[in-house]
C-alpha cells in the first residue's frame, strides 16, 4: 500500500502562482494529477513517466508544469498564471504502469486531495 501525502494548495488571485506536491514512498512508475470542481466530475491535469515524459491537459498547457524529484519518489505541479476555473480539488495520483496516463483507471493510489482557490 502507498500513501500519498499532498500540500501546496491554497487561496491565490488570478494569476498567481501555485506549486503542489506529492510524495508516493516506494512508487516508482507515472505519477499524475486531476482536479474535481464542485458538482463536475474528476478531469485529467497533468501526469509524468518515471522516464519524465509528460502529458497536460489542453486547459493548461503552458501555464501548468510537472516535474518529479525520482530520488524522494515526489510528483510536483507549478501553477502558474491561475484562473477562476481552475478553483477545484486538486488529487495526486500514482503508481500507473503505463506512460504518463490520462486515465483514472489507470492509477493504482490516490492522494486525499488539496483545495485549490482562485479569486477573481
Known amino acids: 500500500q502507498v500513501q500519498l501525502v499532498e500540500s501546496g494548495g491554497g487561496l491565490v488571485q488570478t494569476g498567481g502562482s501555485l506549486r503542489l506536491s506529492c510524495a508516493a514512498p516506494g512508487c516508482t512508475f507515472s505519477m499524475g494529477w486531476f482536479r474535481q470542481a464542485p458538482g463536475k466530475e474528476r478531469e485529467f491535469v497533468s501526469a509524468?513517466?518515471?522516464?519524465?515524459?509528460?502529458d497536460y491537459a489542453d486547459p493548461v498547457k503552458g501555464r501548468f508544469t510537472i516535474s518529479r524529484a525520482n530520488a524522494k519518489n515526489t510528483v510536483y505541479l507549478q501553477l502558474n498564471s491561475l484562473k477562476p476555473e481552475d478553483t477545484a480539488v486538486y488529487y495526486c495520483?500514482?503508481?500507473?504502469?503505463?506512460?504518463?496516463?490520462?486515465?483514472?483507471?489507470?492509477?493504482?493510489?490516490w492522494g486525499q486531495g488539496t483545495q485549490v482557490t482562485v479569486s477573481s
Open positions: 495520483a500514482a503508481c500507473a504502469t503505463l506512460v504518463a496516463p490520462t486515465s483514472r483507471r489507470d492509477y493504482n493510489y
Open positions: 509524468i513517466s518515471w522516464s519524465g515524459n509528460t
